[in-house]
């Protein structure tokens, strides 16, 4: 059964045109994360969700946004795609072992974003 | 911040052979350390993980060693097999703020 789950698997935008990507997760985890990846590159972390608490890594571009309604959702929202933003959208998820300070993330499939 | 490098970036064997993959980090605070294989077109998926109390550990033909005080750590793969080909990232975290740090990634390749 799916743990992670992305939607669209490939996504196709014009320059410039507002996108949203969405995961979903039936883990029942508290942190969800977007990662960006290029080709032949390994996964940069955008930013993440610890519960309600929005994190956002230093350099993510503003352009990135992110929302995340409810514990089982989180969206990537695009406003602006410039060809640069084409890559593969990874959504991930952990349960945070606070005690151990150590945790598993788990990954969806991805979501193939083109930029036309 | 953590910084995770990887080596090598690319890795031929034959199949039945072992692969060795390497990787090295620079935060001491670093105490989980996971390693996932990703298949083309699809998410990283965690194969073996290894925490900082112990030195080694071991699931069927896939192992991990973990030197603390060097700060590294390796990923051992026995008896490889065609479906072995992927990607492989190793990455590293201390587990505060969701810090997960990921290497450059290897490209194994395992020709029957």
């Known amino acids: 059964d799916a743990m992670v789950i992305q939607n669209p698997r490939y996504q196709v935008t014009q320059f410039g045109k507002p996108v949203t990507l969405s995961c979903s997760q039936t883990?029942?985890?508290?942190?969800m994360y977007w990662y960006q990846q290029k080709s032949s590159q390994a996964p940069k972390l955008l930013f993440h969700?610890?519960?309600?608490?929005?994190?956002n890594e230093a350099d993510t571009p503003d352009n990135f946004q992110s929302r995340r309604p409810n514990t089982s959702f989180c969206f990537l929202d695009i406003r602006s795609p410039g060809l640069g933003d084409a890559a593969m959208y990874l959504c991930a998820t952990s349960r945070v072992i606070t005690i151990a300070g150590a945790y598993e993330q788990y990954f969806g499939p991805g979501t193939r974003l083109t930029v036309t | 911040g953590e910084n995770v490098e990887q080596h090598p970036s690319t890795l031929s064997v034959q199949e039945g052979d072992s692969a060795v993959i390497k990787c090295t980090y620079s935060d001491s605070a670093s105490n989980y350390f996971p390693w996932y294989k990703q298949e083309l077109g699809k998410g990283p998926q965690l194969i073996i993980d290894?925490?900082?109390?112990?030195g080694e550990k071991k699931d069927q033909r896939i192992a991990v060693t973990l030197n603390k005080t060097a700060k590294h750590f390796s990923l051992h793969i026995t008896e490889t097999q065609p479906e072995d080909s992927a990607v492989y990232f190793c990455?590293?975290?201390?587990?505060?703020?969701?810090?997960?740090?990921f290497g450059a990634g290897t490209r194994l390749t395992v020709k029957p």
């Open positions: 990455a590293a975290s201390s587990g505060n703020n969701n810090d997960m740090r």
């Open positions: 290894i925490r900082s109390n112990v």
């Open positions: 969700y610890y519960d309600k608490d929005f994190n």
């Open positions: 883990l029942n985890h508290n942190v």
